[in-house]
């Protein structure tokens, strides 16, 4: 084992890891993780029992979007109940094969404010920084799933030199979020030279990661990655997290690590039908991340991309989930619930209407018991 991955607490296999013969230490490798990651059917029924519909299912994906469950992943999933909700992220049904009128490709419309390739400019001083097309696992609601994996309609590039021109010349720029697929399945070397351009630019004050790995892949979160993410502060890193299962021991350690290293961690989470569509789910997991060390931030709508209509909730749940958490519990456990307006309208928040009504010198309001207070209004001078 290599110096920065030895861990001094201890680790224990789950059941699963007999299925590869796997030591201790090559579970903790995220290297051994990739290269055990399973990509095909084959691969899938070598672990799982799979269903007549995940088996259909499996025979066609990978046209849309590639199929990786990380051996970490697996393990997390009760291979008895085929309605498991971390299996439903990964393992394709046959609907993702189905599309709709209403469903598209670009949900976001990323394309349009595409500045240089793999530079997204829409908001007024930050931008989105696609560093590569690679996800330890890929999630079948992958909302940039057209790019991501390299079997979508889109080809991936991003032009580094035209990307830094852009960011030197326009100094509104003050913020720049990492994302992808992963980031931080670059290399060590490779990260620390782009985020150390990036400081470089005198103008941009602040810098994000957007990823899954500390989910999917927490073997990779190292003493030497958190001491290299750690000299390009301020840093935050957004990490993607859905369920509370997804929170076992070994991402609570990786997160624990990052939290160490002086990291402000966030969490996006996107509502997925039979997933996370209850109070109770979110609950549990807004509770667990805070646990974690992790504040949770969004909580998306899931976007409407091809191949997605079996994950979409109505709207009007997600307000309903937040109107049960907010006053419930910890405000730092309430994520903002948003809609990424299609087309490229950015985030729209949506909120419980807590104004009941407004009248000259006061207004109405209902608090998260349902209850009518009034607050005076003073008049403006
Ligand atoms: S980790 Fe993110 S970018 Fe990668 S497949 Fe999942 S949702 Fe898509």
Known sequence: ???????????????????????VENWQDAAWQMRHACCTLEDLERVLELSPRERAALQQAGARLAVRVTPHFLSLIDPEDVADPLRRQVIPLPEELESYSEELFDPCGEQKDEKAPGL??????????????????????????????????????LDWEGALKYLREHTEVRDVLLSGGDP?????????????????????????????????????????????????????????????HELGEDAERALGMLADSGIPLGNQSVLLRGVNDSVEVQRALVHRLLQCRVRPYYLYQCDPVVGTRHFRTRPQEGIDIISALRGFTSGYAVPQFVID?????????????????????????????????????????
């Open 1 to 23: 084992m290599r110096e920065d991955m030895k861990r001094d607490d201890d680790v224990t296999l789950p059941p699963l890891a007999a299925k590869w013969g796997a030591s």
């Open 120 to 157: 997204v400019h829409r908001y007024p001083d930050r931008v989105l920084l696609l560093c590569t097309d690679r996800c330890a696992t890929y999630c079948r609601y992958c909302t940039r799933a057209r790019l991501v994996s390299g079997k979508g309609r889109e080809r991936w590039r």
């Open 184 to 244: 931080l399945l670059l290399a060590d070397e490779k990260l620390d030279a782009m985020l150390g351009e990036l400081r470089r630019i005198p103008h941009i004050e602040f810098l994000r990661i957007g990823t899954r790995v500390p989910i999917m892949l927490p073997q990779r979160i190292t003493p030497a990655l958190c001491a290299m993410l750690r000299r390009h502060a301020p840093l935050f890193i957004s990490i993607h997290c859905n369920h509370p």
């Open 341 to 381: 307006a299609p087309g490229g309208g950015g985030k729209v928040p949506l909120n419980p209407n807590y104004v009941v009504a407004e009248e000259s010198g006061r207004i109405l309001l209902r608090n998260f018991l349902g209850d009518i207070y009034e607050y005076p209004v003073t008049p403006q001078v």
